[in-house]
Structure formats: structure tokens, C-alpha cells
């Protein structure tokens, strides 16, 4: 019980940004905050929090250990209330966010499946680009491809995925494959760009992550425009796994600089809340998971 008390505070430290918050949220005082937090990290043996009077910083440790203990806590609770409630359904109105391009391939196709589960509920769907502001915007739940880092929300990591630089066969073919991330500048990379300057690619180099702006004669603000222009041989293009890996498998895409793919992209739903989570949201976020989670589910697309 100790343990799982030390879990749950840490956790509603790094939510709510100060020990004096958590202390309110539980109606303790924020000493009783700072012994639990000061016996997990002994307990583990790791710094979780670096705390100072004006604020506290999740380490990189502690970061870690975050997203572990959200999903606990998160699984907890819903074990809990499908057992209060099981004669409950999901009903009202449900609203998702996600990205444009994966929404329109990997979650706009499941929602029928999914209402034909759920027949008291109504959802919609918004597909856009930007980080959307989920209490401010009214969102029930936004589908978010990144590596999560804003601990004031919570999230439930849906699938694994990653970035990997592709190009067809015909243009290695013609220009040679980049052997390191130097080389990059002597290759024509498809670029997103949303609001006209251009996105650098994340690479891994000597154990820390890397951004290079990358230069080519083609640049989209859809992704689905680069995945074609890279299929149809025009240049080197960064796209997301589950984007290209019925090309890479096909063979219609190599990758290249596996050595340097960094991680840190994987796809979650994220909510504002964990407490007292509605019944539509659980039941959409489980329903994605285990579709995401089939076996071959990405090798279909």
C-alpha cells in the first residue's frame, strides 16, 4: 500500500507542477508529499524530481518511470470501474482528435466497428495537423504521434512506432544511399513544412538526439504528398512506420541510416484527466489499442 501511495503521489506531482498542488489535491500536508516522494527515490535508488522552491523538473529518469506509472494508474482505475460498472454503456457524444493523415487511415476506418459496439454514443471526428488544446477545445481524446513530454496531460500509449528515412529503389538506384546523416546534404529530401519553414529530421548520434535541416527542390505540408513523391522516386523522405511499412515491406521503399533512427515517436491517446475517466473515453482508447495490437494489423495498410 505504501508503495502504490508513493506511485500515485509522484504522479499527481508531475501533473500538477508542485508538491504544494499534490498536497491540496489529497488534503495532506505537503511535508507528508515530500517524505513519500523522498522514499521512492530511495527506494529506487534513482533522482525522479529535480525540486527547487520555485519549481519542480522531471529528470530523465523520472520521465520514464511517469509514463509507466500513468498507464498503471490509468489500467487501475478502469479495472476498477468495469467492475462497479458493468451494467453501464457508453453513451453521450465522444469528440477525437488526430492527426490528418494517420486519422484518416488508421482511425476515421475503425469508428464504425467501434459505434457498433457502443450504439449510445455519437463521436466526431476532427482531423488536423496542429496540437489541439483539449480542455479548452472541448476534446474528449487526441491521438498525438510523439514522444510524450507534457506531464500536465495523461497518456495511454496506443502502439509503437518510429520515423525512418526511406527512399524507392530507382532513386538509390540513380544517387546512392546516404551512409551517414553528413551525407544527407548531397541528396534531395522531401520536406513537411506547415507554415513555410521547413521541418528538420530527428536523428540519433553518440547516445543524444539530433535535429538536421534537411534541403530539397520539393516541399508539402501533407504527408501523404511526400509519401507519394518518394514512392514515385523523386527523393529521400522521413515518414513514420506506420505510413510506410507496407511499402518498406512490399519493397517499393528501402530504408536507409537505420543506424541512426532515434526513438521517441510512438502513437498514444491523451485525455485531461484520470480520475473518474468517462466510460466513452475508456471504451475508445481499449477499443484502439487492442486494433492497433492485432497481430499483422500494420502490415495491412
Known sequence: MDQFKQISTFAEVASRGSLSAAARAEGVAPAMISRRLDALEERL???LLQRTTRKIALTNEGASFLEDCQRILTDLEAA???VSERNAHASGLLTVSAPAG???Q???PLIPSFLSEHQD????LSLNDRVVDLIGEGVDVAIRI???TDSNLIGVKLADN???VVASPDYLKRHGAPRSIDELSSHNCLAFSADGSQRGWTFRQNGKNMTVKVEGNMVCNDGEVLHDWAISGKGLAWRSMWEVGAEIESGQLITVLDEYTAPGNDIYAIFAQRRHLPLRI???VDFLRQAYNKPDYWKKF
Open 146 to 148: 510523439a514522444s510524450l
Open 162 to 164: 518510429k520515423r525512418v
Open 102 to 104: 494517420f486519422g484518416r
Open 121 to 124: 454514443l455519437k463521436l466526431t
Open 282 to 284: 475508456r471504451a475508445f
Open 106 to 108: 488508421h482511425v476515421a
Open 45 to 47: 535508488g534513482v533522482k
Open 80 to 82: 476498477e470501474s468495469s
